[in-house]
Nanobody, 129 residues
């Protein structure tokens, strides 16, 4: 396992943007699929976006398509989530998760939380109306 660390959360007005970052000290992080999930108070944790280890394949929840962009820079061992046109319903704790059990694997189902075995502590995103 690795220990992902998220950063970049904060308070923003509706229509604004934030960029979340997820990094880990282990160099092997660059070989893992990474997903972003969010959890609002009283709700289940939900899939937001995911990226394969090469960065060549990306996946998004319908609610964020066209607004969020997931990317990675393996030279910096970092995965990004660019969030544009934020809405109050995007308010949640955002978690980064890595799949360390299948390194260098670009297939499978990216949207399920069970794929990921290494989770960060989360970063709060609050969007005011």
């Amino acid at each position: 396992q690795v220990q992902p660390v998220e950063s970049g959360g904060g308070l923003v007005q509706a229509g604004g943007s934030l960029r979340l970052s997820c990094t880990a000290s282990e160099r092997t992080f660059s070989s893992y699929a990474v997903g972003w999930f969010h959890q609002a108070p009283g709700k289940e944790r939900e899939f937001v976006a995911a990226v394969g280890w090469t960065g060549g394949n990306t996946y998004y929840a319908d609610s964020v398509k066209g607004r969020f962009i997931i990317s990675r820079d393996n030279a910096k061992n970092t995965v990004y989530l660019q969030m544009n046109n934020l809405k109050p319903e995007d308010t949640a704790v955002y978690y980064c998760a890595a799949d360390s059990r299948t390194p260098f694997y670009s297939g499978g189902y990216f949207q399920g939380a069970s794929r990921y075995d290494s989770w960060g502590q989360g970063t709060q995103v609050t969007v005011s109306s």
